[in-house]
C-alpha cells in the first residue's frame, strides 16, 4: 500500500493551478495575487504631521527644555483633509492635526504631550525637535511606478491596505475552485429526513460543504445518488463537468455495490492512486478525469473528512496558487494511555491534549472508530502515530496537532 507521503507528493505533482481572474477587492483577501502590480501613486502623497501637536521651525526652539520653554505664536490651527495654505515665519507656530498637510517652512512637529497652552495664541515648547521630527514625507513609503506586490503574493489585509490607499479596487487573482460534492448509498437520508429502518442519515454531504466553506471553496452539493450503476454514472458525468474537482464520498472501496472507481474510470478517469496505508481512510482514490482532479473519500465519516484534510486540502491550496500547508504535526506531547496501534498503516488518532506542568499530555481516546462521529467531536487534537509502529506506550511522546 501506498505510504501517505507519497500520495500527498503525487497529488500536489498532479493538480493544476487555476488560471486567474480579474476580482473586485472586496473578494480578493486571503486569495494568491497572479500578476505584478505597480504604484499609481506617491505615497504618503504629500508631507503630513505624524502627530497631533505643533509645526515649527527648529532652529526657533534650539534649547527648550521643561525649565527653558520657548514661547512661539500660534498663527492657526490645521485639520486632517484641509490645506495647509500658510507659510510659517520665525516665531510662530501652528496647531496641526495627525495627517494634516505640513505648513511651508515648518521644518519639525512637537508633539502636543511636549507643549504647554497656558493661553490659546501662545504655545510653550518644553523640549527642542529635532529636524523633520514627526513629519511623514510625501512619497517615503511608496513612490508612483514603484513594484509595490508581484505576482505570487497572498493578499492579507495589508495588501488590501496597499492597494486601497492606491484606488485599485481591481487585480487578477487566481481563481478559488469550484468542488462538486456528491454522496453516494443506497442507505443514505438527508439529515432533513426522518430516520427509516437501514437507513441513516448523510452527514458527509454536510461536513465537507462545512470544512471547504471554511476554506472559502464554494461547493456544488450534487446530493445523493444511490448505488445504481446508471444513476451514478450519470450523476458523476454532471458533477465533474461542471466543476474543477470532484470529491465522491462512498463506494470506493470493495463491496460488491462499490461502483466508484470503475465508474469513473469507464468515464475517462485516469487513476493516480488507490489505497493508501493510513487509518482511518485506506480507501481513498485520487484521479484526474480530463486534467481535473478527481477524490473518492471513504464514506466513513471520520475517515472522510480525515482525507479531506490531510489530502484535499492541500490539492485545493495548490490549484489556488498556494504553497500548500498541509496540516504539520509539529506540536509534541506525552501519551497517558497505552494504544495499540495498526503497525502497517499511519494511524490519525483522535486524542484530548491538556497542557500539564511538564508540557502537553496526551489522552487517546478509545475505543476510536471511522464512523464514530461522538468520538470524534471528544477530540480536541489528531495524533500521529507512524507507520512501523505497533504498541503505542504510555509516557512516550507522540505528535499532534490541533483539531480546528
Ligand atoms: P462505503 O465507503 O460506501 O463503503 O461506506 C462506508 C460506510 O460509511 C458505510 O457504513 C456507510 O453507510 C457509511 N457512509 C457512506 N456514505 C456516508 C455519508 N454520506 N454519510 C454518513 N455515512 C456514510
Ligand atoms: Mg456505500
Known amino acids: 500500500m501506498l505510504a501517505p507521503e507519497k500520495a500527498l507528493r503525487s497529488i500536489l505533482e498532479n493538480v493544476p493551478i487555476l488560471p486567474p481572474e480579474p ?13 505584478d502590480i505597480r504604484a499609481r501613486e506617491d505615497l504618503p502623497p504629500f508631507d503630513n504631521s505624524a502627530m497631533d501637536g505643533f509645526a515649527v521651525i527648529t532652529e526657533e526652539c534650539r534649547g527648550a527644555s521643561q525649565r527653558t520653554p520657548v514661547r512661539l505664536k500660534v498663527k492657526k490651527t490645521l485639520r486632517a483633509g484641509s490645506l495647509a495654505e500658510t507659510e510659517l515665519r520665525p516665531g510662530e507656530a501652528i496647531r496641526i492635526m495627525t495627517g494634516a498637510p ?15 497652552c497656558e493661553e490659546p495664541a501662545t504655545v510653550r515648547i518644553l523640549q527642542a525637535p529635532e529636524l523633520g521630527e514627526h513629519i511623514r514625507r510625501h512619497g517615503e513609503d511608496v513612490g508612483a511606478g514603484d513594484l509595490i506586490l508581484t505576482k505570487g503574493t497572498r493578499i492579507r489585509p495589508y495588501e488590501i491596505a496597499l492597494l486601497a490607499a492606491q484606488g485599485i479596487l481591481r487585480v487578477r487573482v487566481v481563481r478559488r475552485a469550484r468542488v462538486a460534492l456528491l454522496a453516494t448509498g443506497d442507505e443514505l437520508l438527508e439529515p432533513s429526513r426522518p430516520l427509516t429502518p437501514g437507513k441513516i442519515r448523510n452527514s458527509n454531504g454536510f461536513a465537507l460543504a462545512a470544512a471547504l466553506s471554511r476554506w472559502n471553496i464554494s461547493c456544488v452539493y450534487a446530493g445523493i445518488v444511490p448505488d445504481d ?12 463537468s461542471e466543476a474543477d474537482v470532484l470529491l465522491v464520498s462512498g463506494g470506493v472501496s470493495a463491496g460488491d455495490f462499490d461502483y466508484t472507481k470503475t465508474l469513473l474510470e469507464a468515464l475517462g478517469l485516469r487513476t493516480v492512486f488507490w489505497k493508501v496505508a493510513i487509518k482511518p481512510g485506506k480507501p481513498l482514490l485520487f484521479g484526474l478525469w480530463r486534467g481535473k482532479p478527481v477524490f473518492g473519500l471513504p464514506g466513513n465519516p471520520v475517515a472522510a473528512m480525515v482525507c479531506l484534510e490531510e489530502f484535499v486540502r492541500p490539492a485545493l491550496e495548490k490549484m489556488q496558487g498556494f504553497s500548500p500547508a498541509y496540516p504539520s504535526y509539529h506540536l509534541r506531547g506525552r ?9 502497517l498503516r499511519q494511524q490519525y488518532l483522535f486524542c484530548e491534549v491538556s497542557e500539564g506542568p511538564k508540557g502537553f499530555q496526551v489522552r487517546l481516546i478509545r475505543p476510536q472508530g471511522s ?14 502515530g507512524p507507520i512501523g509502529v505497533g504498541l503505542l506506550r504510555r509516557s512516550t511522546e507522540i505528535s499532534f496537532r490541533w483539531l480546528k
Open 23 to 35: 476580482t473586485a477587492l472586496s473578494d480578493c483577501a486571503g486569495r494568491i495575487l497572479a500578476e
Open 102 to 116: 505640513l505648513p511651508g517652512g515648518a521644518d519639525a512637529v512637537v508633539m502636543k504631550e511636549a507643549t504647554s
Open 229 to 240: 450503476p446508471v444513476l451514478m454514472r450519470k450523476a458523476l458525468e454532471k458533477s465533474i
Open 335 to 343: 501519551l497517558e494511555n497505552d494504544y495499540p496501534k495498526d503497525k
Open 371 to 384: 464512523a464514530m462521529l461522538g468520538m470524534a467531536c471528544k477530540a480536541n487534537a489528531l495524533a500521529l
